[in-house]
């Protein structure tokens, strides 16, 4: 199983940016997957989930909209376009892979994570 | 939303102590609480998922417990590759609430 993320960058409060997390090694469309983000120096905060259809999603409910992710499951990989950028949003970025098909099937886990990308927030 | 609430926040051991972090819900989730470890620069590893299903690899001195809303990571004979940050999380509910962390410091 390999997630390898990528996009991150420095952004201008405000703006936009799009990550994404390709997958490998494994059936990608037999599983949910996720964000979760960490703040410089904090611990991990969940951002969002996808289902393996795209038939279920959810957000935390501090992002407030902002935030959509999506997946696309003939190129093995899912997306987090951030908008309306906060300086609060600047944090490693990692994706995850959850153990079942759906999100907010009780008892998930995350045994497989991507090395994380780095967003910066800042004018 | 289910917030979870672990202490300490930090922990300072010596090699070949043992070691309790707790965590607790804000209401019942059943078994459905993973731990993880963190080092710095790296990913979160999964340690235990369903409260106490030690993952496949992890040592065996690495032990969870509880249920409904206390739930406790233990370490029996905490060893110098131990030292990390550990976080809980909740999969009961679809908001995933991760625990604060509780960092474990070399006394």
Redesign the interface.
Known sequence: VQLVDSGGGLVQPGRSLRLSCAASGFTFDDFAM?W?RQAPGK????VA?ISWNSG?I?Y??SLKGRFTISRDNAKNSVVLQMNSLRSEDTAVY?CARD?HSS??A??????H????TVVTVSS | DIQMTQSPSSLSASVGDRVTITCRASQSIRTSLNWYQQKPGTAPKLLISFASTLQNGVPSRFSGSGSGTDFTLTITTVQPEDFATYFCQQSYSSQYTFGQGTKLEIK
């Open positions: 996720h979760v611990g991990l905060e969940w989930g279920s959810a935390a409910h990692f153990s999100v907010g009780i008892g998930g886990y995350f045994a994570w991507g090395q994380g």
